[in-house]
């Protein structure tokens, strides 16, 4: 069981926490049993991670009302993100002890019943709050009356709440800001007998055990990380003992411990699992102090290794210390370090990470390989609310990055190298397909990026329903291949001769190659076509965003007031070395 | 271990130790709620080590029910 600590340890924090953080969140919980508690150590973890977090906790089983009626605390709370955290107990009523006491049919319409119940709350609450929802399946029971035999009933109450939980699964997967926690799947986790405590029930209603509080909580706050976009996107890992067993430069390319037996299985295992974060579009690099020639030699010959050259997006194989070599990781794969997790199984170097570069996120790593994969299951900072194809490409973009970078070294002059990148952008306005993107890189985008405006996905869902707004995507190739979606905008049309320039940004991936002022003749060539003769835009600077800072004058834009204005009488001149396609 | 139960007690209720005393009790905390008196009840089981049946949780009124029940469980305290 992860660490964690006890329910009071949170209530006496929650009092002495700071009056100003960075981040903001509003939280609201509603439950159909007690669930104090869960806000103050919703407030305490956040804290941790720098986020402020206010909450409401809604009246004891008063989800129905909070919900139904549009005038209830719930809506004037103004969440962020909302939790509906339901029970089997509540759900069921007495079906719970005497489920056949009804027959088979009785039974599939409750089931049926209950679920459209859900579905309404559901959309109530989607017409009126634009808060992210998370509504919470329900623990399947793991006894029943009828011992045994209950597994060879037809539809009885474990398939009812299994059914309950697909036809919720089913539901929600085609609404864009509603989720479903796994609660069943966290039961089972920590075990029934574990998170309900008879004693507690009767005493209280409390339906999670008070030690059990803070690790729902802990689960629920991979929601909270993933809407305000502090996901980790790489995993920068040691080589000896990490990877591998052993020291190769001590012990050989024989002796190091990797193979299907154990222990080296606990390797092979733990290189399967971070492979599996891979293919989803959590990046891979190396860290470690080693003769490079021997690290390069097992990462390519080694019969048993999982994860290969193409892997990694980034190597660092040398004598350096290795708060440089994450300094130049970050630098090279222009990511910042607060997009970085640490992994190393030497306390001495973690240490040292934690002390000098706290932004990073350095694990506190086990000493047992065997508990190498669970370290990394139990840290919910890799959660995102999409995955999207970019995600699943990401990896094998990196590898095509590397290649760039060392065309880059090869050819001396920046212009000769941007002309023989046979560079194409396609612009789109946003669709369907795009608007996951468009939004994930809203919330994601640091550097390049103009006003750093947060907007979720619903935002920008309604950006593309509203003809006063200009909102489209760039995707961008090269010859080493396609980058995928890397820069958006947004322009509000309402004025009928000045456009403003709302959100403008590109990825780090695509920075550097005057992609930037394509787009911009793109919206130029689309204002011109509406009569209009001015672009505004703002310069909004952030600790992050100093690469966007000289994007407006370099263009021609002129500072009037706290606005940047262009003049569109002028021909606007993009780069002639990068094709643009509309579609 | 006297001084543990008030420890204990004024933490959970958030209130100096030099508040509790024997006839400490919900009327005379203000903090002392239903859910402060779960978690005063699940941090005595873990301390203690013990486990208080559903009769002892509804019969305890004040600190010294807490004492007399700990008692029964063989849990000594210096007075």
Redesign the interface.
Known sequence: MPTEE???YY??KS?ILPNYLEKKIRIAILSSF?L??TGETFQVKCAEKNIQCITNLGAYNQYNQEILNTESTLYQFNPDITFLILDTRSILGDLWYFPYSIDEKQRKDFVEKKFKEIQNLIKIFSENSKSKFIISNFFIPTKSNYGIFETKLKFGIQKMINKLNESLQDYISDLDSVYLFDMNGFVSRYGENNVFDP??F???D?KIA??FIPHLTNDLMGYVIATLGLSKRCIVLDLDNTLWGGIIGEDGFDRIKLGSGPPGNAYVEFQKYLLGLHNRGILLAINSKNNLDDALEVIEKHPDMVLKKEHFACMKINWNDKVSNIQEISHELNFGLENFVFIDDDPINRELMKSTLPQVLTIDFPKDPSNYVKALEDMNYFNVLKITDEDKKRGKMYTQQKERKDFEKLTPNLQDFLKNMELKVTIKEADKFSIPRISQLILKTNQFNLTTKRYQLEDVQKFSEDDNVLIGCVQVEDKFGDNGITGAFIVHKDGTKEWVLDTFLLSCRVMGREIEKSILAYIIKKAKDNNVNKIKAEYIPTQKNKPIENFLPNCGFKKEGNFWEIILNETFYSPDFIKIEEK | MSENLYGIIA??M?VPISEINDDSSPETIPSWD??NS??L???LE?EFKT??T?DE??ETKNVSDIKKHLKNHGIILDD
């Open positions: 006890k329910l009071s209530l006496k009092k007690t104090n508690g004693k507690q009767l005493f209280g409390i008070l030690d | 933490r959970v958030d239903s859910f779960y978690i009840l699940d941090e873990s486990e208080f559903i949780v509804t």
